[in-house]
Nanobody, 120 residues
Framework: VQLQASGGGLVQAGGSLRLSCAGSRSRFALNGMAWYRQAPGKQRELVAAITSSFRTNYVDSVKGRFTITRDNAKNTVYLQMNSLKPEDTAVYFC???????????????WGQGTQVTVSS
């Protein structure tokens, strides 16, 4: 089952975006959810994760600027991105995961992702 991310767009540096990702009802609430991103010419990297018990973790580059949340009633995970920087420009993806931060492993095939472009 692919997870579809949405909410990306073009924003100026310092601006904000909120990404959403909807999952399937049968597995969503039981699994951790993670956001990844892939910038042009770079490998996909882990950005943030939230466990089934709502514990959150972030990579250092987004701490204090990004917030991951989840709504199990809507089978949706969100990524609120504030104080965006040009280096945040990437395609953002979400996935279910297992394991312990930061050594997590994803379960589903990757969807198309959503493009975030931050202009300087």
């Amino acid at each position: 089952v692919q997870l579809q991310a949405s909410g990306g767009g073009l924003v100026q540096a310092g601006g904000s975006l909120r990404l959403s990702c909807a999952g399937s009802r049968s597995r969503f609430a039981l699994n951790g959810m993670a956001w990844y991103r892939q910038a042009p010419g770079k490998q996909r990297e882990l950005v943030a994760a939230i466990t089934s018990s709502f514990r959150t973790n972030y990579v250092d580059s987004v701490k204090g600027r990004f917030t991951i949340t989840r709504d199990n009633a809507k089978n949706t995970v969100y990524l609120q991105m504030n104080s965006l920087k040009p280096e945040d420009t990437a395609v953002y993806f979400c996935n279910l995961y297992g394991g312990t931060w930061p050594n997590i492993r994803t379960f589903e095939s990757w969807g198309q992702g959503t493009q975030v472009t931050v202009s300087s």
